[in-house]
């Protein structure tokens, strides 16, 4: 380079400096023609030429390192750098500048310059020769490279250059290109070899390691007993530690170091051959080729990264004194070595392990903090994480934040930026800043979809949406992982996550299909184990008991030791309980009280055993269990529970007195406990059972007054608004069910207050008010069980106030959306009825009334009540459409029918049968059939009901006007 700092402000004259001696450590000579002392004294050789310029010039006055020059008292240049070094005291050589390729190259040119001298001098060569040799020197320097690792003569072959360029570049497949063509046209063996390393490094450089391999082997004799021999052996070892071939490698490197104890790659053998053994899980032969290295090649430049690997070795055998001896070891005898900082960093982390956190801070903060030339990026990157992590555990947020921020500036490798983003975003969570994490999270994901971490953010995406009850959004990323990505742990997360999703979103059939596979997938045992617990926790919450016990009974098959035993077996228990296998629930339950007596759980499994004897109706099983319970030392929460219990059982019993006994007692001796509450409302409830109505109603009207937050207050006013109902005070009982209803309209009572409250207004034959109350009901409660009962109701009102259209509506309402209900069969009679009652103004209405009466008869659910009931109201129908007939038949269907059914036994009410009798015997009286009517109406009397003294009266009657006809008729004959 000609005089590069022409032009340059001084602080740009240092930063041009540093990119020189960056580009000389990395191997390569640069030759700069520049006045510039600032240049100069940094320079590791100078060629001074002079004295003068011009004609007055050319000759070399002084040439070495910048203090040699400046102790030539002939060279302008070294007295003015005499000064400065001065200023400054004369520097030490820096790292290798005995061995600096510039160095070599110029030592190799000094020769050369010496023998063109030699020769001008002994062949009598001309003065003008003699003065224009400094110059050739100067132009050779100028103009040629010097590169120490390879022959002068390869410098000048275009393909050899074009290959170095290439291949410092990164093109390497170019890099490959040029140095083949260079072998290609080398004419010795060793020129071939030369090439061939290079093709063999390039190909290395792109990941193909056989073809390294191949090309290598082919080659060898090219660099048999040549000293480039043993850079052959070392990169096919490289490229067989790439490939996995670690014992190959192991092999290899054992003959390198015996063949080949002076090659340049002597101190890379040794430690590829400590990571080989490491791969293949010889720790012990690793660390000791660690030691025999740091004891062989103390001096070497890779002494310090050896040092770093045995301790890492050491850590992760938790030899912890001796990793920390040799990281203390690395911080003090190569304090400026990239080692240097790792070492810090592992001895902080140590630190942090151990808590103490103000030495870990003191050793961290110089490694996070320094300046970008002086450390490597991730090193700075990770020492900010483990800053990071020492301010969480400090409390300290926003330093964590901040820490976790510069880490991720500072870092180069995308992994490493990710985990402080994934770190940087749970915190923003924890810390309240939700949002901003879960942007943050889809940005890192969405920069690099495709990398590995990537999953790892996206895991913490869906735990943060998880945490924050976004469910769905939850169940969408985990789903987004298990789609995208193959780690197998992460797939267990990620089902986990997913059924914990669907378990908050009530999805619990899908909850546990997705908690048994992540099981099957999971190898950590406490992990499995909750997997496990949740998919028998799901089934049971979606109602499928037998697969929840079956679930459940696994899970305790496969951790029987668990701390989580006891919850299993009251889980179980309960499970099939619900599946009504009270002796399984009971031998699990008794299993658990057995195994564990002093577990808490214990007094809750035999409570749990009294419950189960009050679900099968066993009263005084159950109070003797509670009585048991009772001797017990128990808390006094569950004593309580106990006592209120056994006073529920007692009152389910019918022992009504014992009841309010324990009810009194529960309020005397735990007035505060949370049960108090049910005692005081059940006591007026067995007062009322008792026949204290007055005083049970009053104890219910206090409950109101002392309890008005109380979760019991609707249940309560419902009770007493129907004790009033069922005295017959029906205005006070609609406006206490009307009241309640509109008060608590979430309560599970408000539906039935509000149905009770029309059936209220029904009986005082106030049927708008009734028409508005059932209305109310089925408009707010549409899944209510008691819409059918109010649509019912609403036809009768309507039926009441003589709206049969309105009221027909009402009942086909029912058959058609509730034609299995129990109402479904009254309603279709009371279509059939409204439609009757129409046909006074449109008689075809009777046919439709026939219509659905028949519908009545086909109902396989129908009572014979009904049937008969529409067999009479068919005979009705026929005989206003004037089908005597007809009409006669159905009267006698259902005069039979009744006959028949109390001839089996069954008790049906006679009203129909009557009705149907004397409207057959009617007709046949209207066509003079005397002897036909008066067998129905004996059928009326023989079945001895009240009836038949009517019966006996019409018989009497129609004989008595047969009698009359026949005295009147002038022929003296008998007429029907």
């Given at each position: 380079m000609d005089e590069p700092t022409t032009g340059l402000h001084f602080a740009d004259v240092h930063r041009l400096i540093q990119v020189f001696q960056r580009l000389r450590d990395a191997g390569n000579t640069l030759i700069v023609i520049e006045h510039?002392?600032?240049?100069?004294?940094?320079?590791?050789?100078?060629?001074?030429?002079?004295?003068?310029?011009?004609?007055?010039?050319?000759?070399?006055?002084?040439?070495?390192?910048?203090?040699?020059?400046?102790?030539?008292?002939?060279?302008?240049?070294?007295?003015?750098?005499?000064?400065?070094?001065?200023?400054?005291?004369?520097?030490?050589?820096?790292?290798?500048?005995?061995?600096?390729?510039?160095?070599?190259?110029?030592?190799?040119?000094?020769?050369?310059?010496?023998?063109?001298?030699?020769?001008?001098?002994?062949?009598?060569?001309?003065?003008?020769?003699?003065?224009?040799?400094?110059?050739?020197?100067?132009?050779?320097?100028?103009?040629?490279?010097?590169?120490?690792?390879?022959?002068?003569?390869?410098?000048?072959?275009?393909?050899?250059?074009?290959?170095?360029?290439?291949?410092?570049?990164?093109?390497?497949?170019?890099?490959?290109?040029?140095?083949?063509?260079?072998?290609?046209?080398?004419?010795?063996?060793?020129?071939?070899?030369?090439?061939?390393?290079?093709?063999?490094?390039?190909?290395?450089?792109?990941?193909?390691?056989?073809?390294?391999?191949?090309?290598?082997?082919?080659?060898?004799?090219?660099?048999?007993?040549?000293?480039?021999?043993?850079?052959?052996?070392?990169?096919?070892?490289?490229?067989?530690?790439?490939?996995?071939?670690?014992?190959?490698?192991?092999?290899?490197?054992?003959?390198?170091?015996?063949?080949?104890?002076d090659d340049d790659n002597v101190t890379q053998v040794a430690r590829l051959r400590t990571h080989a053994l490491m791969r293949l899980g010889d720790r012990d032969g690793a660390l000791r080729n660690l030691a025999s290295f740091q004891e062989r090649y103390p001096d070497s430049p890779e002494a310090p990264d050896n040092l770093l690997d045995w301790a890492g070795l050491l850590l992760e055998d938790s030899r912890l004194t001796e990793a920390e001896r040799l990281l203390s070891q690395i911080v003090e005898q190569y304090p400026d070595r990239d080692a240097a900082q790792s070492a810090r960093l592992w001895l902080g982390r140590l630190l942090v392990d151990r808590g103490e956190m103000a030495k870990a801070e003191e050793m961290l903060n110089?490694?996070?903090?320094?300046?970008?030339?002086?450390?490597?990026?991730?090193?700075?990157?990770?020492?900010?994480?483990?800053?990071?992590?020492?301010?969480?555990?400090?409390?300290?947020?926003?330093?964590?934040?901040?820490?976790?921020?510069?880490?991720?500036?500072?870092?180069?490798?995308?992994?490493?930026?990710?985990?402080?983003?994934?770190?940087?975003?749970?915190?923003?969570?924890?810390?309240?800043?939700?949002?901003?994490?879960?942007?943050?999270?889809?940005?890192?994901?969405?920069?690099?979809?495709?990398?590995?971490?990537?999953?790892?953010?996206?895991?913490?995406?869906?735990?943060?949406?998880?945490?924050?009850?976004?469910?769905?959004?939850?169940?969408?990323?985990?789903?987004?992982?298990?789609?995208?990505?193959?780690?197998?742990?992460?797939?267990?997360?990620?089902?986990?996550?997913?059924?914990?999703?669907?378990?908050?979103?009530?999805?619990?059939?899908?909850?546990?299909?997705?908690?048994e596979q992540a099981a099957a997938l999971l190898t950590n045992a406490a992990t499995r184990e909750e997997a496990m617990v949740k998919a028998a926790d799901s089934y049971f919450a979606n109602g499928q008991y037998k697969l929840a016990a079956d679930a459940f009974g696994r899970a305790l098959a496969e951790f029987p030791a668990s701390a989580l035993t006891p919850q299993m077996l009251?889980?179980?228990?309960?499970?099939?309980?619900?599946?009504?296998?009270?002796?399984?629930?009971?031998?699990?339950?008794?299993?658990?009280?057995?195994?564990?007596?002093?577990?808490?759980?214990?007094?809750?499994?035999?409570?749990?055993?009294?419950?189960?004897?009050?679900?099968?109706?066993?009263?005084?099983?159950?109070?003797?269990?509670?009585?048991?319970?009772?001797?017990?030392?128990?808390?006094?929460?569950?004593?309580?529970?106990a006592l209120l219990r056994s006073g529920l059982a007692s009152f389910r019993g019918g022992e009504f007195q014992v009841a309010l006994d324990r009810f009194e007692a529960t309020l005397k001796d735990f007035p505060d406990s949370p049960v108090a509450e049910e005692a005081f409302y059940q006591r007026g409830r067995a007062l009322y059972l008792l026949g204290q109505t007055k005083r049970g109603l009053q104890v219910a009207q206090q409950f109101l007054d002392r309890y008005p937050a109380s979760l019991a207050i609707p249940e309560v006013r419902f009770w007493i608004a129907e004790q009033q109902f069922n005295a017959g005070l029906f205005a006070a009982a609609q406006s206490n069910f009307t009241a309640m209803g509109r008060a608590y309209p979430m309560s599970e009572w408000a539906d039935d207050a509000l149905y009770w409250a029309g059936r209220s207004a029904v009986a005082q034959e106030d049927y708008r008010g009734a028409l508005s109350l059932f209305n109310e009901l089925t408009r707010l409660y549409t899944n209510s069980p008691l819409v059918p009962d109010a649509r019912f109701a609403q036809g009768d009102a309507l039926t009441s106030l003589g709206e049969y259209s309105g009221a027909l509506l009402a009942f086909d309402d029912i058959v058609r959306r509730y034609p299995t209900h129990p109402l479904a069969d009254r309603a279709r009679g009371r279509q059939g009825d409204c439609q009757f009652m129409l046909g006074a103004e449109r008689p075809e209405r009777y046919q439709e009334a026939i219509s659905s009466y028949r519908s009545l008869l086909d109902s396989p659910t129908a009572s014979p009540a009904l049937i008969l009931q529409a067999q009479y109201k068919i005979g009705r129908s026929y005989e206003r459409l004037g089908r005597s007939a007809e009409a006669f038949r159905y009267y006698l269907d259902t005069v039979y029918g009744w006959l028949n059914a109390r001839a089996q036994g069954q008790f049906v009410e006679p009203v129909w049968f009557v009705r149907a009798a004397f409207d057959a015997a009617a007709l046949k009286e209207s066509e003079q059939q005397w002897d036909e009517a008066i067998r129905v109406y004996e059928r009326v009397i023989e079945a001895a009901l009240p009836a038949g003294a009517d019966a006996e009266k019409r018989i009497q009657k129609i004989k008595n006007d047969r009698a009359s006809m026949l005295s009147e008729d002038p022929a003296g004959k008998a007429t029907r």
């Open positions: 510039n002392l600032d240049v100069i004294k940094a320079s590791d050789y100078i060629v001074d030429l002079g004295p003068e310029g011009g004609e007055a010039g050319g000759r070399v006055i002084a040439q070495g390192t910048p203090e040699e020059v400046a102790s030539v008292p002939e060279s302008h240049t070294g007295r003015y750098l005499a000064e400065v070094l001065k200023k400054e005291g004369l520097r030490a050589p820096g790292p290798g500048t005995e061995v600096s390729c510039l160095r070599q190259g110029m030592e190799r040119i000094k020769r050369f310059f010496c023998a063109l001298r030699r020769l001008a001098v002994r062949v009598g060569a001309s003065a003008v020769l003699r003065r224009v040799a400094p110059f050739a020197l100067l132009l050779l320097l100028c103009a040629e490279p010097v590169f120490s690792e390879t022959p002068a003569r390869f410098d000048r072959d275009p393909n050899w250059t074009a290959g170095q360029a290439a291949l410092r570049d990164g093109f390497y497949e170019l890099a490959r290109q040029k140095f083949e063509a260079f072998v290609d046209k080398a004419f010795f063996k060793n020129s071939k070899a030369q090439g061939t390393l290079f093709a063999a490094q390039a190909l290395f450089a792109q990941g193909r390691y056989e073809e390294t391999i191949d090309l290598l082997e082919k080659r060898r004799s090219w660099a048999s007993r040549d000293d480039i021999e043993g850079g052959f052996v070392f990169w096919t070892a490289r490229a067989e530690f790439e490939l996995g071939d670690y014992s190959l490698v192991t092999q290899t490197l054992y003959r390198f170091e015996r063949e080949y104890r110089p490694v996070a903090r320094a300046k970008a030339d002086k450390s490597e990026p991730d090193t700075r990157s990770e020492a900010w994480l483990a800053l990071a992590t020492i301010a969480v555990a400090q409390t300290n947020y926003p330093a964590a934040l901040d820490a976790y921020e510069r880490g991720e500036k500072a870092a180069e490798d995308i992994d490493l930026k990710l985990e402080h983003r994934i770190a940087r975003a749970r915190l923003l969570a924890r810390t309240g800043s939700a949002d901003t994490a879960i942007s943050l999270l889809e940005s890192a994901v969405a920069s690099a979809p495709t990398n590995p971490i990537a999953g790892e953010a996206q895991l913490a995406l869906a735990d943060i949406m998880l945490d924050q009850s976004l469910y769905a959004e939850a169940l969408d990323a985990y789903q987004g992982y298990l789609a995208a990505f193959t780690d197998p742990d992460g797939l267990s997360r990620a089902r986990m996550g997913r059924g914990w999703a669907l378990w908050n979103l009530k999805r619990y059939a899908e909850a546990a299909t997705i908690f009251l889980q179980l228990a309960e499970s099939r309980a619900r599946n009504r296998e009270y002796g399984e629930a009971e031998g699990s339950l008794k299993d658990l009280r057995t195994r564990f007596p002093a577990d808490p759980l214990a007094i809750r499994a035999a409570m749990r055993l009294a419950s189960l004897r009050e679900e099968q109706g066993e009263w005084t099983g159950a109070v003797a269990l509670y009585d048991q319970l009772l001797t017990n030392q128990l808390t006094e929460s569950t004593r309580a529970e």
